[in-house]
């Protein structure tokens, strides 16, 4: 897969075969882009399921709207959530009270390669 870069955020898929999503540094994520990059999002597991890295860590805020949006996100089958920053690790968390009905697993971690080797078992 080639990766999709637009000016807010950009996937690819890294030599684990493990999708990846990180959103340009140091902006609020609005609704609009978080409705953008779900939409990109879902296309692209509807071609090839799988699990996702999310990179939260550069994100310096978010709505309780554009929260609430993302995390009625379908489509991967696990999600691992990047939070190398204090802000990442506060969004983070809302994440994970607001996946707690989510039809996959989600955990969060400090690193990508922590997150990479716990989403193997979900490819």
Do not use: C
């Not at 709207?65 to 489509?75: F, I, K, L």
């Amino acid at each position: 897969m080639e990766p999709i870069e637009t000016p807010d955020f950009a996937y690819w898929r890294g030599n684990d075969g493990i999708l990846r999503v990180r959103f340009a540094p140091d902006r609020d994520l609005s609704l609009d882009v978080a409705k953008e990059a779900v939409r990109v999002g879902y296309e692209l597991f509807q071609r090839h399921p799988g699990p996702l890295v999310a990179f939260m860590d550069e994100i310096r805020s978010m709505s309780r709207e554009t929260r609430n949006y993302v995390a009625r996100m379908s489509g991967p089958t696990a999600l691992g959530l990047v939070v190398g920053s204090p802000i990442a690790r506060v969004i983070g968390g809302m994440f994970i009270g607001l996946l707690r009905q989510a039809p996959y697993p989600v955990r969060m971690f400090a690193t990508e390669e922590g997150a990479a080797e716990w989403l193997k078992t979900f490819r």
